[in-house]
């Protein structure tokens, strides 16, 4: 069985509904902030899908690039987490409100 392009993007469409799903959905930042790196993974495997499709290497570099700041994002938004969490002692989006007046 030869595995297609066509494979590769509905698994990853599938993997970015499942983020943007659990992105509107949860209230857990936690589960939020995993819900958008999935995103960005399905991403990642898009670029790659079609720069091995299309015989070039500039989608892998790419997604190199936002590995890193993915990367750099989780350090940082964990660490956001954790300080709001120490805090307000939750991390439920509904009940973080130190931003407002």
Request: no cysteine.
């Amino acid at each position: 069985m030869i595995i297609t392009i066509e494979y590769y993007l509905i698994l990853s469409a599938f993997m970015f509904l499942v983020g943007v799903t659990g992105v509107l959905i949860n209230r857990n930042a936690i589960v939020v902030f995993m819900s958008i790196e999935l995103m960005l993974n399905s991403a990642n495997l898009t670029l790659v899908t079609f720069s091995s499709f299309l015989g070039n290497s500039i989608g892998q570099l790419f997604v190199f690039f936002v590995m890193t700041v993915a990367a750099a994002e989780a350090a940082v938004g964990l660490a956001i987490i954790i300080a709001i969490f120490r805090n307000k002692l939750t991390v439920n989006i509904d009940e973080i409100n130190i931003l407002k007046w």
